[in-house]
Nanobody, 123 residues
């Protein structure tokens, strides 16, 4: 059973850098054809895709956040991390990590999600 668990601060001040980690158990983040995503949902709004870590280590982020976001991984801990700098109250959201299965092995689909973590940006 694959499990994803987000961790990080619940409250961040404006202009600071938000760092969230997704710890994966029951499966390796380097296994072929699995993609590890960050997604957020601001209050009262729909889901917003932030970015992805591919099994190969390649990362991509949405253009609207590209200038202030990055995704990295620690394969020894089976974790991947989202960093979002210069946060504003508009970055307040529930942040979730999720696994996406590529078409080669039965996808494409999201098959496992973390429970999500609420992050509030406020002074």
């Amino acid at each position: 059973q694959v499990q994803l668990q987000e961790s990080g601060p619940a409250l961040v001040k404006p202009s600071q850098t938000l760092s969230l980690t997704c710890t994966v158990s029951g499966g390796s983040i380097t296994t072929n054809y699995y993609y590890w995503h960050w997604i957020r949902q601001p209050p009262g709004k729909g889901l917003e895709w932030i970015g992805v870590l591919e099994y190969s280590g390649v990362t991509r982020v949405t253009p609207s956040l590209k200038s202030r976001s990055s995704i990295s991984r620690d394969t020894s801990k089976n974790q991947f991390t989202l960093q979002l700098s210069s946060v504003t109250p508009e970055d307040t959201a529930v942040y979730s990590c999720a696994r996406y299965v590529g078409p080669v092995i039965g996808g494409p689909k999201y098959d496992y999600w973390g429970q999500g973590t609420q992050v509030t940006v406020s002074s």
